[in-house]
T-cell receptor, first 116, second 113 residues
Framework: DTGVSQNPRHKITKRGQNVTFRCDPI?????LYWYRQTLGQGPEFLTY????????KSRLLSDRFSAERPKGSFSTLEIQRTEQGDSAMYLC??????????????FGDGTRLSIL | DQQVKQNSPSLSVQEGRISILNCDYT??????FLWYKKYPAEGPTFLIS?????DKNEDGRFTVFLNKSAKHLSLHIVPSQPGDSAVYFC????????????FGKGTKLTVNP
């Protein structure tokens, strides 16, 4: 079990630029989730995939945000025309699906985005 | 609106004593609750969970209690160890198929040697 891997760990960019983050879930997990965490807050749900299908999206996911999981394995989260308010930690999680203590969501260490 | 509330931003206890972290929720449609621990520069790590049909779940030094009528749950850590110092998040699942977790703001626990 190599855990959930996220790259890059840190991203600094200028306002207006596009950024893309990658998440590699635990290999046998079919569910993949994206969350955003800002200072002093808990993680906030953005979207989730079951295999390659995007099944749920939060209102937080504006039209500048897009997520994909093309082959049901790794996922990318792209933010276009970044704004100051996009500065946050972006967390990815994966699970075997369903709900229960046997199938919790396992989180990566996140990508910290800073907008200059 | 904050559906999952952790009203204590911080808690400090002595090593060996009990740590009690509290969480309140407002949505009666939550049917599953989880606790995560987070160290600086790391992602949240799953600790323990409880279904709404139970009132207690125990795993080693960690016990979670659920009081549905009060919409309150608590995490007990006994005995507390310095390595338990971290931010603890309470999270909840909505019944009805959504798999998103709704998190509280977290409580920073400091266990003093």
């Amino acid at each position: 079990d190599t855990g959930v891997s996220q790259n890059p760990r840190h991203k600094i960019t200028k306002r207006g630029q596009n950024v893309t983050f990658r998440c590699d879930p635990i290999s046998e997990h079919n569910r993949l989730y994206w969350y955003r965490q800002t200072l002093g807050q808990g993680p906030e749900f953005l979207t989730y995939f079951q295999n390659e299908a995007q099944l749920e999206k939060s209102r937080l996911l504006s039209d500048r945000f897009s997520a994909e999981r093309p082959k049901g394995s790794f996922s990318t989260l792209e933010i276009q025309r970044t704004e100051q308010g996009d500065s946050a930690m972006y967390l990815c999680a994966s699970s075997l699906g369903g709900r229960g203590s046997n199938q919790p969501q396992h989180f990566g260490d996140g990508t910290r985005l800073s907008i200059l | 609106d904050q559906q999952v509330k952790q009203n204590s931003p911080s808690l400090s206890v002595q090593e060996g004593r009990i740590s009690i972290l509290n969480c309140d929720y407002t949505n009666s449609m939550f049917d599953y609750f989880l606790w995560y621990k987070k160290y600086p520069a790391e992602g949240p790590t799953f600790l323990i969970s409880i279904s709404s049909i139970k009132d207690k779940n125990e795993d080693g030094r960690f016990t979670v209690f659920l009081n549905k009528s009060a919409k309150h749950l608590s995490l007990h850590i006994v005995p507390s160890q310095p390595g338990d110092s971290a931010v603890y998040f309470c999270a909840a699942h909505l019944q009805g198929g959504s798999e998103k977790l709704v998190f509280g703001k977290g409580t920073k626990l400091t266990v003093n040697p």
